[in-house]
């Protein structure tokens, strides 16, 4: 069946690089994509990447895709306190309007 | 350009009672899907809604349903309400069809006593 697993906790110093990870079991994952909820709030949209790409890179997050052992990767990059939240990764199969399959999230924790 | 909004933010039900939860799509969308999300979870798929009909559903009972309105805006309805729907419910939109990402609103917080 489908599913998405991400690890829960991750806590980086401010200033470094952040690296999430994520692995899915749908093999007709289409779209994979990276939300950001910070407490109390509603599903930010970060990137996304279509499943025929290898690497996006948007500012300061890149994202890479590893097709072959299902696994994306979340890059954060002079990470700040800002950063600090829960990151979802989540995949759609045959299209991007169908039902998002969601990790439990990963809450990023930020070191001064 | 108003974005997905969610109607009310916060709600508080006692057992057995019934929900009405609203939204509004981005404009320019005309598919509207609805998800719960459990303390410490993340969201999980009840269904989706285009032109005013179920098209897909998650894994949750028949007391959870929907409506899609002429002017592409939802509502959720749960009935018989139990303190394990305690939930944030998002509501996301999209353009059915293309292949640009679902917009999610900031949800609707409901608590069960």
């Known amino acids: 069946g489908e599913d998405v697993e991400q690890s829960l906790f991750l806590s980086v110093r401010e200033g470094d690089s952040s690296v999430i990870n994520c692995t899915y079991t749908?093999?007709?994952?289409?779209?994979l994509y990276w939300y950001k909820q910070e407490p109390g709030a509603g599903l930010q949209l970060l990137t996304y990447?279509?499943?025929?790409?290898d690497m996006k890179q948007d500012q300061r997050l890149t994202v890479l895709l590893n097709k072959k052992d299902k696994h994306l990767s979340l890059r954060i990059a002079d990470t700040q306190t800002g950063d600090s939240a829960i990151y979802f990764c989540?995949?759609?199969?045959?299209?991007?309007?169908?039902?998002?399959?969601f990790g439990s999230g990963t809450r990023l924790s930020i070191r001064p | 350009d108003a974005g997905v909004t969610q109607s009310p933010t916060h709600l508080i039900k006692t057992r057995g009672q019934q929900v009405t939860l609203r939204c509004s799509p981005k404009?320019?969308?005309?598919?509207v899907s609805w998800y719960q999300q459990a303390l410490g979870q993340g969201p999980q798929f009840i269904f989706q809604?285009?032109?005013?009909?179920?098209?897909q559903r998650g894994n949750f009972p028949d007391r959870f349903s929907g409506h899609q309105f002429p002017n592409y805006s939802s509502e959720l309805n749960v009935n018989a309400l139990w303190l394990g729907d305690s939930a944030l419910y998002l509501c996301?939109?999209?353009?059915?069809?293309?292949?640009?990402?679902?917009?999610f609103g900031d949800g609707t917080r409901l608590s069960i006593l």
């Open positions: 996301a939109s999209s353009l059915w069809g293309s292949n640009q990402p679902q917009h």
């Open positions: 749908d093999s007709s994952s289409t779209y």
């Open positions: 990447i279509f499943s025929n790409m």
């Open positions: 989540a995949e759609t199969s045959y299209s991007s309007a169908s039902k998002i399959i």
């Open positions: 404009s320019g969308h005309d598919t």
């Open positions: 809604y285009y032109e005013e009909e179920e098209r």
